[in-house]
């Protein structure tokens, strides 16, 4: 099976499981088991090539000139974590088919576990490293949605949240340090940036390199200060929290500091944060786990632990300790997924998992418990299981080495004290839960009992594993350890034994005083419980990660709260007040920080015919700015012809295209502000004081200044680009490529729809985005009545009598702008507009047209049936599906690009098709005409359903506001004939009225 396959898989039947019935669990665990299955079978397949050292690799070019080619890349140490992704996770999707309740939405589980699955081999598997940041971020997320899948749940949802925000944020930090990374090496490529690791130490860009790697790896696996959010995981279903804490998201931040050890490690600044931070997490870990309730905390806390000690042996910079570091990995992930589903049959057998409330479970549970207890001894490193020789083996990197005297002395008394209190929680998890006497009904919710029988069979085969690994490991794992840790080591394995003797040695000593301190400890631990005392953590109790998490959490809500307050306004001025003062304020140090060179180059002859046309257009630029408020009519007609001076700059400048594009688009927007000039508020006439108009005074001038600033800012910014030389301008490209590659004359047209087709096709799909968007928002929008302007008619008499109330002068100003143009006149223009709109379309790839221009015309034409025949008319005679033609536009852009890569070209590349026919004899048909038919079909229906939307919600709003105006005086009128009644009622039997 490809290695693109294998990832591929799970994401397509994360899709199929979705679509599963609810009460089809049997089908849906199935389809989890197989592809697992199947994955890990094609994998293990492997394994001969991987162990002669071969690296598989697998890629797809998409944009090699960057590097950015999806890689897949397969050695032993992704092997191995593949191996262990796919092969738990196939235990896991059978112990979760008995666990998973019936009233649980099953198909959204499987289908966020499969989904996870993906993202984690996209991880272990990318031979890219922005490919690798991209599925590191898919795995925070999906397991964001894991750990919530109980979203009714109040502490599943604030764990989800954490965990998804400490996750994500150290993602972040990976992105920026992987291209620091690229920017060292000169590749994103893994390869590549493995085989640089001299030039990377040696770069000043090692040490901020170093810090955002470390961020991602220490957040991913809860390394301190960042630890707290794996116990608060915990509110996931178990299932979950086994595949999690074993052999995937919390490992993912081991897995990168080992990938990346021959790159980063071998300097005093990776010695010192890396395993210190390990040390540190290491005794925190396993300190606070001897202190919790709860079955899974107490596993989530040794989870901590043990992920310190991997990153501490990483840390010490050895080929010895990285080889220890991964056997760890490998044993960590057999003994801790089995811990994890007996906790889970606990609780699903018993209906808790609260330490306290247990006891006696290995008479009541003996198949349960002798799993448990063994996979526990392991944890614990007692001999004779796999934890005992990864174990020898740190307690050996820390004996032997080559480090500060204080450094090596210290070393091993962290070594053996973290030995401790892992025998010290593994002793309080076997003894205080499954010996004593049993617990009955009046101690826990129900009697436990052993589960189904295939539910213990995936704890079952761990356990097997740590058995046959503890008592063979040369045998059994051998040649798996010497195949992963070759890749970590940089090719070269150390020398070493996997054997259970190596005679009396220090680390064996230090093996027997953990084993004998971590029984004292658990001894003093139990006595002082049942003395009522160990309420909570000593000395650490105080100092809770969640707490500060939350706070701060808090703090940045408020902060954004006061700020929303302070800047944000519903008022569209303010708003454009504060982007424009941004942009002028941005713009202004950025050229004081970096003042602008200018080498000016020959002027063009002064025209006055130019400055004529420019100075009436500031005319009507400045003039609509001051009618805006007396005429409103008048300021938009004013600043269409501000706009229709802009597209005879365009001509003037030889930009034909440009200026026909922005004419029509000066049409549908002037149209588009006619229909919204019924929505604006009615102004009321009002003597205001002084003081008042000083402010209103001193606001247009502080508009007027910024105005000015913006406006002589691009101004120079205009002039300085014009007078400036570009010797190395990239035009002559275009002007000598358009008709020998692209079919076509107009070199604007076939850059848009060939040279930067990718582009084009994303900007129509935004468009059809918008258009939808606006369609959505004003289905159910209703203004407020007194918010709105009255129709023509009303202002009309308002202007005849209330003139207090409602402006005259914009009274006539709204009247006039519904004038009615005669119909027939307009309905003779729409085949007129048609036939324009064809002949743009037709020209466009020789000539200035095309289907974004073309699309436009139309449209206008079938507004102007609107405008003057009403919807109800133009709906009746003409049939127009605004949302078909947008689906239609983007489908067929989108096939004219797929067709070219079915003959192995680029995304839309265009092909030229020469025709015989037999009257219009030779015919060239460029492929980017069916592209540029999309653009017209999407521009025109997205044009339409937004013109058409508010033409529409208008008239109904306006509906809507007279039938309010006309209830509200109705019950006026029956207020007033009530009120007439009691008075001459009153008045005929004498009583007061």
Not at 204 to 231: D, M, N
Not at 807 to 817: E, I
Not at 942 to 950: G, H, P, Q, R
């Amino acid at each position: 099976m490809s290695l693109v396959l294998v990832v591929a898989l799970p994401f397509i039947a994360s899709i199929l499981a979705a679509l599963l019935p609810s009460d089809a669990r049997n089908r849906e665990s199935t389809l989890a088991g197989l592809v697992a299955l199947g994955c890990a079978g094609s994998i293990a397949w492997l394994f001969p090539r991987i162990a002669r050292g071969e690296i598989i690799t697998e890629r797809i070019s998409w944009v090699p000139e960057l590097g950015l080619d999806f890689v897949l890349r397969l050695d032993g140490f992704s092997w191995l974590f593949a191996m262990l992704v796919l092969g738990i996770g196939a235990l896991v999707v059978l112990y979760a088919r008995y666990y998973m309740s019936s009233s649980d939405p099953v198909p959204r589980f499987f289908s966020f576990f499969l989904a996870f699955m993906g993202a984690m081999l996209g991880v272990v598997l990318s031979g890219n490293l922005i490919q690798l940041v991209l599925f590191w971020e898919l795995t925070s997320l999906f397991s964001f949605l894991l750990i919530g899948y109980w979203h009714h749940r109040r502490d599943a949802r604030r764990g989800a949240r954490m965990a998804l925000t400490i996750t994500g944020a150290g993602g972040l930090c990976l992105l920026a340090g992987v291209l620091v990374l690229g920017r060292i090496t000169g590749s994103y490529e893994l390869a590549d940036v493995l085989a640089a690791g001299d030039q990377v130490r040696a770069s000043p860009l090692y040490l901020p390199a170093l810090l955002l790697v470390l961020l991602g790896a220490f957040t991913k696996s809860a390394q301190f200060p960042f630890h707290f959010w794996l116990p608060r995981a915990m509110a996931a279903p178990t299932p979950v929290s086994a595949y999690l804490h074993s052999a995937t998201m919390v490992k993912l931040g081991v897995f990168l500091l080992a990938r990346l050890w021959p790159v980063l490690s071998g300097t005093e600044t990776w010695f010192w944060l890396v395993s210190f931070t390990g040390a540190i997490t290491l005794l925190l870990g396993g300190y606070v786990a001897m202190f919790q309730r709860d079955l899974k905390a107490l596993l989530a806390y040794s989870t901590i632990s043990h992920l310190g000690l991997i990153v501490l042996l990483l840390g010490l910079g050895s080929p010895m300790a990285a080889v220890a570091a991964v056997f760890h990995v490998m044993n960590h992930a057999t003994f801790k997924a089995s811990l994890f589903m007996a906790a889970g049959i606990i609780d699903h057998e018993s209906g808790t998992r609260d330490i306290r409330k247990l006891s006696g479970l290995l008479k009541l549970m003996p198949i349960t418990g002798t799993l448990a207890i063994i996979a526990s001894a392991a944890m614990a490193g007692v001999p004779l299981l796999n934890g005992f020789l990864s174990k020898e083996m740190f307690f050996a990197e820390t004996v032997y080495i080559e480090a500060a005297p204080w450094v090596s002395t210290v070393l091993p008394l962290i070594a053996t004290l973290a030995g401790m209190f892992s025998v010290a929680y593994s002793l309080r998890l076997v003894v205080d839960v499954f010996f004593g006497p049993p617990c009955t009904v009046d101690d826990v919710p129900k009697v436990p009992h052993e589960p189904p029988r295939w539910m213990r069979v995936p704890g079952e085969v761990l356990v097997v594993i740590c058995l046959v690994v503890g008592i063979a490991p040369a045998w059994s794992v051998g040649p798996l350890l010497a195949a992963a840790a070759a890749p970590v080591v940089g090719g070269t394995l150390p020398d070493y034994t996997l054997a259970l003797w190596h005679g009396f040695n220090l680390p064996l000593l230090m093996s027997f005083v953990a084993m004998g301190g971590g029984v004292f400890i658990y001894l003093v631990h139990r006595w002082r419980r049942a003395r009522g005392g160990l309420a909570f953590t000593p000395l650490l109790h105080r100092f809770d990660g969640q707490r500060v998490f939350e706070n701060s959490l808090a703090r940045l809500s408020e902060a954004g709260r006061r700020g929303r307050r302070i800047l944000g306004t519903r008022r569209l001025q303010t708003q454009l007040l504060f982007m424009a003062a941004l942009a002028v304020g941005g713009a202004t140090a950025a050229l004081y920080l970096q003042p602008a060179s200018h080498q000016p180059t020959g002027l063009l002859p002064f025209s006055p015919m130019f400055a004529m046309t420019w100075l009436l257009g500031g005319i009507c630029a400045v003039t609509a700015a001051w009618q805006a408020k007396y005429h409103r009519l008048a300021a938009l007609m004013l600043s269409a012809g501000a706009g229709l001076v802009c597209c005879i700059t365009f001509i003037w400048f030889s930009a034909p295209d440009l200026a026909l594009t922005q004419l029509i688009a000066e049409t549908v927007t002037t149209v588009l502000m006619l229909l919204g000039l019924r929505w604006l508020p009615l102004r009321k006439q009002a003597e205001l004081p002084v003081g008042s108009r000083i402010r209103r005074w001193g606001r247009r001038g502080r508009d007027l200044f910024i105005a000015g600033a913006a406006g002589c800012g691009m101004a120079a910014l205009a002039w300085m680009l014009m007078t400036r030389p570009f010797p190395q301008s990239i035009s002559g490209f275009f002007l000598d490529h358009a008709l020998s590659e692209g079919g076509g004359t107009n070199v604007v047209n076939v850059m848009l729809v060939d040279f930067r087709g990718f582009d084009t096709f994303g900007e129509i799909t935004v468009l059809g985005a918008v258009a939808l968007t606006v369609y959505a928002l004003l289905r159910r929008f209703r203004p407020a009545v007194e918010s709105m302007a009255l129709p023509p008619q009303q202002l009309v008499k308002q202007q005849e009598g209330d003139s207090d109330l409602v402006n005259p002068r914009l009274a006539h100003d709204t009247a006039v702008g519904y004038l009615m143009v005669p119909a027939v006149l307009v309905r003779l223009l729409l085949p007129l507009s048609v036939l324009v709109s064809v002949y743009f379309f037709m020209r466009g790839h020789n000539q200035p047209g095309g289907g974004f221009v073309a699309g436009l015309v139309m449209s206008v034409a079938l507004l102007l049936q609107y405008i003057v025949s009403g919807t109800e008319w133009v709906e009746e005679h003409l049939r127009i599906y605004p949302r078909r033609w947008i689906a239609t536009g983007l489908l067929l852009a989108l096939a004219t690009g797929l067709g070219a890569l079915v003959l192995d070209y680029p995304f839309l590349t265009t092909h030229t098709a020469h025709l015989h026919l037999p009257v219009l004899g030779e015919v060239h048909v460029p492929s980017a005409l069916f592209f540029d038919m999309g653009v017209f079909t999407l521009v025109l229906g997205s044009t339409m359903l937004i013109l058409t939307a508010l033409a529409h919600q208008s008239v109904r709003s306006h509906r809507w506001a007279d039938e309010q105006r006309e209830r509200a005086a109705e019950e006026a009128q029956k207020a007033e004939e009530a009120e007439a009644a009691a008075a001459r009622e009153a008045a005929s039997t004498g009583a007061p009225a």
